[in-house]
């Protein structure tokens, strides 16, 4: 019945009819009815969530409406609150609502949404959730604001696609009942943006943080320099920048981010629970740094700056003390601007510095990174190199042998694993896919989910393995556009492999659930590719507006 959703006066929070002019809540309560039978159309499935949550209790008897009326209702703790207003501002374009937010001691949902922080929920984990749909509204209980957060976005994909919409629509804002309870398979879900081959500034990288956010990933990794560019500030070596920040891949235009700019890509992941990891690429992949202080460089002579896409050419002398010495600067001015625990110290394809020396390079290294009281990260040519406390590799090899890699693991270290012919973003997803790369193969959405993190290379126990990262290179990448359409939609299929559990791997339920998701985009304006394999939906992401309230005028602006 839709006086069920009609909100009485005795369900009006004080808070807001003391806001509200009695008027405006009538026409709104009309308006609500009015969209009611406008739009039956039923509400998602519970389980139509990406990445697939741990478990899911449909309950078709707790469906629940949002009313215009709904408050959300937060614990009173500042980060939970932000969340709160995190989810109002999620809802209220699309749905023009108000939404007001208010905290509370033990919050309840009644006919609203409720945020419940309970540091008892001991079994969610650091990041687990548990969402219910009752008839009463939406109550997400978690130990952690990081849990909340999580939940919020299952909660965003539960309501129709229109959601998305950055502007009002009319919509039945219909929500399927029932109980999720969700945590995550692996600790660290990642993504890698390469900003040296290509610069982009810092609002794609904001609105890459919101995409990775959606899919409950939790770590940015950010390759900083390369041959063709040094895009972090450094005080101590300010040519880095000004000179090795002054080219790009193809002649195309520069940059690079002061620390403000860097601090507050850092600020706006950490506000979405996301983790920043910084990577400066040594002793290789440093061109644009030897341009900029040719004393890095083994001749100690300036090379041209390279605008190329070859690997492998450029080293910083390893036997000059002045390059350590450097790099304690680079990293220790990186480590603190950096709140999280991880430096990435690159390390691949130092085709030049062979042997004991390139070993002898990294131990360096990685004891000035512990020196700096954070946790070594690495490409996995870092494994013959003596162990560190806790370091990580990350593992982006194409066959999944690899003996080196392997034993590493045996004394201490942990994996990333990022299969170049899995989860390289940069890889083209079929012969005519017009950028992007194909020497680890061709990646289709099925091949970016078709595999397990867990047990994917040889030898290494799935206890070894901290979670999976796709990396996007960036040397064919020049627009955010272009990052979207590699990016999606194979990002959700790599966010599936760190989240959900094994059991629910299934290629057939991901490719039905992944579909909706053409029309999330599409609502948000968000650029993806129209991969064949998936079904996408047909019509229109958001249904045709008719509000009798507006009378149609015909557009006399243009
Ligand atoms: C290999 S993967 C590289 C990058 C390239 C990428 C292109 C890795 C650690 N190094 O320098 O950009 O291939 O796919």
Known sequence: ???AHSPGPATTPASLSAEEPGVATLARTAEQAARTLLAPAAPHRLADVVPAPRQVQPDPAGDWTLPAEAVIVASSD???????????????????????VTD?????????IALVLDDTAADLGAEGYRLEVTTNGVRVTAGTAAGLFHGVQTLRQLFPAAVESPTPVTERWALPGGTITDAPRFPYRGAMLDVARHFFAVEDVLRVVDHLARYKLNHLHLHLTDDQGWRIAVDSWPKLTTVGGATAVGGSPGGFYTKADYTRIVSYA???HITVVPEIDLP???????????????DKIAPQPYTGTEVGFSYVDPADDRTYDFIADVLGELAAIT???WLHIGGDEAFKVKGEVYTGFVERVQRIVAGLGKTVVGWHQLAPAAPVDGRVLQWWGTDGEDPTTAEAVRQGARLIVSPGNHAYLDMKY??????????????DVRKAYDWDPGTHVAGV?????????????????????DIEFLLLPRLPAIAELGWSPRDTHDWAGFRDRLADHGHRWDAAGITFHRAPEIPWPTGPAIPAQRDPAVPTQPDTTR
């Open 104 to 112: 509370a001691a033990a919050p309840a949902a009644v006919d609203g």
């Open 1 to 3: 019945m839709s006086t």
């Open 78 to 100: 500042p980060a939970v609150l932000a969340v709160a207003e995190q989810l109002a501002a999620l809802l209220r374009p699309a749905t023009g609502y108000p939404l007001p």
């Open 339 to 341: 709140p999280g625990p």
């Open 270 to 272: 950490a506000a979405r």
């Open 461 to 481: 126990p799935s206890t070894a393995v901290i979670g999976v990262e796709a990396p996007l290179w960036t040397e064919s990448v020049t627009s955010l556009a």
């Open 284 to 298: 290789g992949h440093t061109n644009s740094a030897l341009v900029a202080y040719p004393e890095l460089a083994p």
């Open 430 to 443: 079929a012969a005519d896919t017009p950028i992007g790369h194909d020497w680890a193969g061709l990646i």
